[in-house]
């Protein structure tokens, strides 16, 4: 055993020799392990060997095979599909050609006494493996030389071999190789080595997440990715790699930036407040079915427009007279825009209320309301009623009778008593104004009694 201890010192020395190469860091190192077989027969020298690739996979009776770890190989990838490596092997030979006895043609296999073989080897290694397309099976032919010990008798040799490894995972494989070596002293052999070993890559760049992309090249060591994006990862798959897409666990869209549209009312779903139905962007998504600018969700009316004080409804007009409801001063009583919705003071009435006003009878110098004009006040108060929306004005006068001062603050008062008899029977405050003029606005002369009578007067008039 102390030979296998010369060979992988031997290896060991050659690794440090072939160190000085570049190394790929995105390709490590590889060591193989494994069994080996020396067949002398097929390799086409005389005797006591046969002929070449004579009887050539006759394992049981040509192979020496040593059956426990008998082969050792280094290698690492120096660009392409080259490699170096380093190789030791050790093995007992028992099986040693064949004699012919030429008078009968008869053959006997030499056997002798087990002599002890190793070798070191050193080869150039060219990967067949992207002929292939795959990354499992790599076929693979090999070129170099080395030295053979066979007890203790050595000889150079020059090694020509072919070979396949079976990746059958990211740093494990399985090796089947055969080697012809040539000798070239006169008293060493010419044989055949097969070895079947496995393989371990190792060394270079690490790969954190295991994604097949090694850190240097990884833009995201520690997640799984893609090599398309660089080793990030897609994770909802939708073409958009998780870094630039706003919605990485949902299948999306690039004019979204990776989010979906479930609608396609072209707002993505997360800015969608209605992202089952297509719908406005005005409106965040949300269908406006009669285009009041009110969702259907918030319109209470969402197939007729209407207002939004209304939540989405027409305000109504039970009158249809054009002034809705909520405007309308008679609501039930076809009215006019104009007069808010109630029907504009007619002629007659204007005139009736002039009329009956000035029929109010006052005590001379007083302002108290006579008793027998409480029945003329009734008819006003009915024709102020008829027309609730309509403001008025109530006009004092008095005749020339007394001074200028005093007759000015008589027609204020008599116009003040009116309007204080309207309000306490029904008329609101604010459709009143009261105003007195004194002796300045005279419809008849103040010669007479009569005409001083007809001045002392109150008017009513629809305020303008």
Request: proline letters at 5%; one cysteine or more; aromatic letters at 10%.
């Amino acid at each position: 055993m102390g030979d296998i201890y010369k060979l992988i010192l031997a290896i060991l020395l050659f690794t440090s020799i072939n160190t000085t190469q570049a190394q790929d860091q995105n390709n490590p190192w590889a060591l193989s392990l494994g069994v080996n077989a020396v067949d002398y027969y097929p390799v086409g020298q005389p005797d006591p060997q046969g002929d070449l690739f004579d009887e050539f996979f006759n394992a049981t009776d040509h192979w020496n095979i040593f059956p426990f770890f008998s082969r050792i190989e280094l290698s690492r990838h120096w660009t392409g599909g080259l490699s170096f490596s380093a190789i030791g092997s050790f093995n007992k030979i028992n099986k040693f050609g064949t004699n012919v006895n030429y008078s009968t043609g008869e053959e006997t296999t030499n056997e002798v006494d087990d002599l002890t073989y190793y070798s070191i080897d050193g080869a150039i290694n060219y990967s067949l493996m992207d002929l292939f397309n795959s990354n499992r099976i790599d076929p693979y032919i090999s070129g170099g030389g080395g030295y053979t010990w066979l007890n203790k008798i050595g000889s150079g040799t020059l090694n020509a071999s072919i070979g396949m490894r079976y990746w059958f995972s990211e740093k494990f494989a399985f090796n089947l190789q055969s080697t012809y070596k040539h000798v070239f002293e006169v008293y060493g052999f010419r044989h055949f080595q097969h070895s079947a070993s496995i393989t371990y890559k190792y060394g270079g760049v690490s790969d954190t997440d295991r994604d097949g992309i090694y850190d240097d090249k990884d833009a995201c060591p520690e997640e799984p990715g893609l090599a398309i994006y660089n080793g990030c990862p897609d994770s909802d798959g939708d073409g958009i790699e998780d870094s630039v897409d706003e919605c990485p666990d949902t299948t999306g869209l690039a004019e979204f930036n990776g989010c979906p549209d479930s609608d396609g009312d072209g707002i993505a779903d997360k800015n969608d407040k209605c992202p089952t139905v297509a719908g406005l962007k005005s409106l965040m998504g949300c269908p406006d079915s009669d285009g009041d600018g009110l969702t259907d969700k918030q319109d209470k009316c969402p197939t007729t427009a209407g207002p939004s004080a209304n939540a989405g409804c027409p305000w109504p007009d039970r009158d249809n007279d054009g002034v809705f409801d909520k405007d309308d001063r008679c609501p039930n009583e076809k009215g006019i825009v104009e007069n808010n919705g109630c029907p504009k003071i007619t002629e007659q009435d204007k005139e009736l209320l002039n009329k009956y006003a000035k029929t109010i009878l006052f005590s001379p110098g007083r302002s108290d309301i006579r008793e027998e004009s409480k029945e003329i006040l009734s008819d006003i108060i009915e024709i102020l009623k008829s027309n609730p929306d309509a403001k008025f004005t109530i006009d004092g006068h008095t005749d020339s009778i007394g001074s200028d001062l005093l007759n000015l603050r008589l027609s204020q008062e008599r116009a003040d008593s009116v309007k204080q008899y309207l309000v306490a029977n029904g008329i609101k405050d604010s459709r009143l104004t009261s105003r007195g003029f004194g002796e300045e606005k005279p419809i008849a002369t103040n010669f007479y009694k009569d005409g001083r009578r007809k001045n002392r007067r109150v008017e009513i008039n629809l305020s303008n």
